[in-house]
């Protein structure tokens, strides 16, 4: 297959007939040369000039999210004006031009766009402990393509900018403690008192547990026979120290109450009552 009927059936899967294609589309061995040759010379063009402009823009000062949006425009504006250079030298219109590339490229614009608005407004950067829909762990990376997660179990998730933007994202580094639950359940015969000290003392050892605000043991409610407790911590350093010190608190919890405990289940929440907020 020649390329000129490569090129009529992309155009065919765009909406576009072969009759419409312009009379004078020269697809030449010499004009492809020429064309690979342009490419490679504006590729080595948008580098310089990207770095020539990050050089100005560090002696200005400005914001690093502004500065990297600014280079990442003007590196690919570069490139598109060389893409559309080549193509016009093959006779193609730039009506034509727009409908194919809006065509082929339109989850690389999408994606793009999205890169250039995350990291302008920054709800994340690259160190942070965030949650996107079933994704979750450290932020390792932002291009322009998507973000990188580094997941707890080792592996490397990449997901599409245009799906962090209509996504919640949940950043659980923003504050420099996150607080986490224990839900209780222990015989309704148990002395109450007796129960909540035996359980304070056995979170005082564990090291990231925040004294501001206090862990605290509260009854939520009663059914049948069992009294449902809830006990409340905040985790200090929550990055490096969240499943440590959820995983030593249970034990300890287990370890304090052999007899009495009849169900203990962890739960993580990073929304605190309004009486229940660090100070």
Do not use: C, H
């Amino acid at each position: 297959m020649d390329p000129s009927q490569i090129l009529s059936q992309l155009l065919a899967a765009a909406g576009v007939s072969a009759a419409q294609l312009p009379s004078d589309v020269d697809l030449s061995p010499g004009n492809i040369l020429r064309a690979i040759v342009i490419l490679i010379v504006v590729y080595f063009v948008a580098r310089l000039a990207r770095s020539v402009i990050r050089r100005l823009l560090d002696r200005s000062g400005m914001d690093p999210g502004v500065k990297l949006v600014l280079l990442q425009l003007a590196f690919y504006s570069i490139i598109g004006l060389g893409v559309i250079w080549v193509l016009g030298g093959f006779g193609l219109s730039v009506l034509l031009l727009g409908i194919a590339a809006g065509f082929a490229l339109k989850d690389l614009i999408q994606n793009f766009a999205a890169g250039l608005l995350i990291m302008g407004t920054r709800p994340f950067q690259p160190g942070d402990w965030i949650a996107i829909g079933p994704s979750e762990g450290i932020v390792a990376e932002v291009s322009w393509r998507g973000t990188f997660l580094d997941t707890f179990d080792g592996r490397r998730v990449i997901v599409p900018n245009s799906s962090i933007i209509t996504s919640v994202v949940v950043n659980n580094s923003l504050s420099p403690q996150l607080r986490s639950t224990l839900s209780l359940s222990v015989d309704l015969q148990s002395d109450f008192e007796r129960v909540r000290e035996q359980i304070l003392d056995a979170l005082k050892p564990i090291r990231g547990i925040s004294e501001n605000p206090p862990p605290r043991v509260l009854i939520e409610s009663l059914t049948g026979r069992a009294a449902n407790l809830k006990i409340s911590f905040w985790v200090q350093d929550p990055v490096n120290n969240q499943n440590r010190v959820v995983s030593e608190t249970f034990d300890a919890v287990k370890r304090a109450l052999p007899a009495s405990v009849l169900d203990l289940v962890p739960v993580t929440t990073a929304t605190p009552p309004r009486d229940d907020k660090p100070k």
